[in-house]
């Protein structure tokens, strides 16, 4: 052990076999340890692709199947990856490599390595743009500027940045006096009637073609469950920033308008505005609202998150927003196998956590070709999985969208698939403004 802890420290060069090696298999010794490994590393930041491999099975199989030796060499045996890697012999050399009190030290060591490695590509294109006559300088300051900033803080997971601390006198007043439904509600009173609220195991579809408040409305479920529900939130979005989600957010709970949080005015935002947000703020003191943003990501990367804070802090919901920009670590011959796969995890990340998923969705372009414009079912993008796997789909249509003179300021829920009740259009206030729909008669408008 203290030979290889040595010739991890020397870091003589941007990779170190033995370390990735003694992390895998302290990895493959339990659950835990690969959940842990995963909050620093993702199977990416490995050097030797043999190794990403190993990485990438344990991921995609994690809290579902067991990873240990013989149960990673059936796996990659099916994938067909076990020769690849080296084989049954290989997977126990790296048992016998394993360094499971030091798996943090680790982790931290590869993680390194491969940050290393991205800024060292990033100085090669660096230099070939700065020495490209025919761009402007300002523009390669900021090109290179921000190359050079992504590749050093790229990370796997956000940790306790931009967290929501848990109201405890919250919490227990909510277990010493229970809400009479079961569930998660949305915040929209009259979509909890239709789907009897968010239950536990249960995948919620979201869809609708861009511009309808398929993200407004996620955004709302997720600060509806940790703001006013006590409830621990994990909020993931492949399309905004933080500060665009908590923009978002804070406008809609302020009730204020969100292009003055944006773009305040040069004189400050109103007294009257601002002390609306200071209360908002203030009621935000208290929840467990975590946030995480990424370009891209996998089920695996989220379950592994999920699972670390369903066993430290409680994580009562999950919303992602949103499907089709997500990966999968798995082996797929097309795009609509790799969503159909997505589908699936998120399907049973529902189920093995026991708390609900919500999941945006895009829809095809066939409703633009209907006269009524309004989608189907069967517009679910890229995959017909994603009917089978939901348990509820529900459908954003906005007619001022296409004439703004008709029905402005309304926006329909089609509640177009229900496994325990019935279908049915809700139709709700689209506060777009203000970055949220609400129950029709709800000021603000």
């Known amino acids: 052990m203290t030979e290889v802890m040595e010739t991890g420290l020397e870091r003589a060069g941007m990779h170190d076999s033995r370390i990735e090696q003694a992390l895998l298999g302290a990895m493959m010794r339990s659950e835990d340890h690969a959940s842990r490994a995963f909050e620093l590393v993702s199977p ?7 190794h990403q491999i190993i990485a990438s099975t344990i991921q995609s199989r994690l809290f579902r199947e067991p990873t240990d030796a013989l149960s990673m060499g059936t796996h990659l045996f099916r994938d067909g990856h076990l020769e ?18 030091s798996l943090e030290w680790a982790a931290n060591i590869v993680l390194g390595h491969a940050r290393l490695r991205r800024l060292d590509e990033t100085l090669v294109r660096s230099r070939q743009t700065v020495r490209n006559p025919s761009l402007d300088v300002e523009d390669v300051i900021t090109r290179v500027g921000g190359w050079v900033t992504e590749a050093i803080t790229t990370e796997v997971a956000d940790t306790d940045e931009g967290l929501f601390h848990a109201d405890q006198t919250a919490l227990l007043e909510r277990l010493r006096h229970p809400d009479p439904y079961s569930g998660l509600s949305t915040g929209l009173g009259s979509l909890d009637d239709v789907i009897h609220r968010l239950r536990a195991q249960q995948l919620i579809l979201v869809a609708g073609r861009p511009g309808m408040g398929k993200s407004i409305l996620a955004a709302d479920i997720a600060r509806h469950a940790a703001w006013h529900q006590a409830e621990p939130v994990l909020f993931v979005s492949l399309e905004m920033s933080r500060e665009e989600i908590q923009a978002r957010m804070l406008s809609a709970e302020a009730d204020v308008p969100l292009e003055l949080l944006v ?5 400050g935002v109103p007294e009257a505005q601002l002390a609306k947000v200071e209360k908002a703020l203030a009621a935000t003191d208290g929840s467990l609202l975590h946030l995480h943003t990424a370009g891209t990501v996998t089920v695996a990367e989220i379950r592994a998150r999920a699972v670390r804070l369903q066993r430290t802090v409680g994580l009562g919901l999950i919303v992602v927003d949103y499907l089709q920009l997500m990966s999968t670590s798995k082996s797929v011959e097309s795009r609509q196998q790799e969503v159909s796969a997505i589908s699936r995890d998120l399907k049973l990340l529902a189920m093995d956590l026991g708390i609900p998923v919500v999941a945006c969705s895009q829809l095809n372009r066939e409703a633009e070709n ?4 309004r989608p189907q079912l069967s517009d679910l993008r890229e995959s017909g999985s994603l009917e089978q796997d939901a348990n509820v789909v529900i459908l954003l249509h906005r007619e001022a969208y296409y004439d703004e003179t008709v029905r402005p300021g309304e926006v329909d829920l089609m509640v177009v698939k229900n496994r325990n009740g019935q279908t049915k ?15 029709m008669g709800v000021p603000g408008a």
């Open 44 to 50: 990416e930041d490995f050097y030797e692709p043999r």
């Open 84 to 101: 690849k890697v080296g084989g049954a012999p290989f997977l126990a050399t790296l048992l016998e490599m394993s360094l499971p009190e």
């Open 263 to 267: 773009n305040p005015p040069r004189d």
């Open 370 to 373: 209907r006269s009524t414009k």
């Open 425 to 439: 259009t809700v139709t709700a206030a689209a506060q777009l403004h203000k970055a949220r729909i609400v129950d």
